[in-house]
């Protein structure tokens, strides 16, 4: 089952050629995968503030379809997939829902790392519930 | 009658100093304009990207009472008000939801001009049922 | 003696109207307050994730008089201002750099707490002598 | 011959993590682009506004090695890539100045199109004399 986010484009998600920046569009995915986190009861301000434990970005992609204006309302499904025990990928499709067709596609990769040391952890067990109660797996 | 706009605070709003970055908050205030424009029927892609008329802000100012951190939730009430017959201003009170406690308060000034001369211009008359829609303004 | 910070408008700065979305240039004024920082020795890290001691905003103001577009050169005149031992103010002047008009005007007040109770605190030292290089203050 | 950008991280460029939201080095990308744009005499204004010809990112995807702290000096090397008669592919290495190690990759794909029937379109001339002056091809 995968996670759903609704968003309007707002006006700085825009740039000077009328349409949003296509970085942008990657941050709004990461609002999705925010809000996946707290459909799953995980608290936010705990989570990216974390001291010990952090799940940084090492790796996003994202691929352009159809431009998105301002004003325009978007769904993005969201399918969070474990790579390893120190790993997990998410795949984000974004559809314009006036018209439901795909609009573009990202892809982000975390790594759940110690604070200090930087090296590589465990994924903690709440982000493996969240990872089992938003993708497909069978099992983890 | 003022109109309220809900929102998370995203990862992205914030800073390293663990709170919204504060020019962001201002971003989310003019979220809440496009929302309550959106609510009054106007077009938004058209709105913000006419080549005739504009509206640009030509003051904005905001005080803090308190942060505001990632995953909070907030509600934003906006009232604007007719100022002449080219202008208008908006406040904003930002409320946190779970304490209902004011956090923070924005005002900006709207003016309407022409796009190409940047003269003065009339407000058009979808702002006029806006302004009339959302404000408590009597008569205009 | 104020601080001068140049600046080009990037693409990323921009919306669909074409030109800087408002609240960027409060973002770009606190550029120039970073770079006035760091041109007085402090180092900016230590300085913005202090957990001590934190010197939010609790006032930004602006005032818009031209629009600047993508690769406009711009140059920020800064003058931090000493209010109280606890605060202080910092007045912008954004001046275009190929016409050198004042395009915008902005004022930024910042409050020293500690950052656990949130309470008032005296500047640190460092700060005082950032007040002291950079404004027209006689004394403090 | 590559493209040099040199850029301090600011705080806005930072999140509650402490380091560089992910989707900001992207956009810091995207000003090493502009700035390669400008050092070979082409408009930005113009460039980015173009009524008739657009050259969107259609594809862009980012690697991170180490993370980015508010007050890092980071260099960008940008090599342009020629693709096909209508496409071009951006490198950039995001380098840390103080240690002169490589903390990020990233990469862009643009394609021209006429902005109204966005239909492909040859690159422009203008956009041809740059990636030759800043991609190694020997010829295009």
Redesign the interface.
Known sequence: MSFTYTR?I???D??????V????V??IC??AY??SL?ASSI???L???NQDV?I?????????IK?L????KILIHLSPKYLTEHSFEIAYNIILAQTEKLVATAI?KHVCIDKMSRSRKEIPGEIKQWLHHWSDAVAM
């Open positions: 309007t707002y006006f700085q825009t740039d000077a050629a009328g349409v920046y296509f970085a942008n990657l941050a990461h609002e925010e809000e707290a608290n936010l301000k989570f990216f503030s952090a940084p970005i090492v790796h996003a992609s994202i691929d352009f431009p204006f301002c004003g325009d982000t």
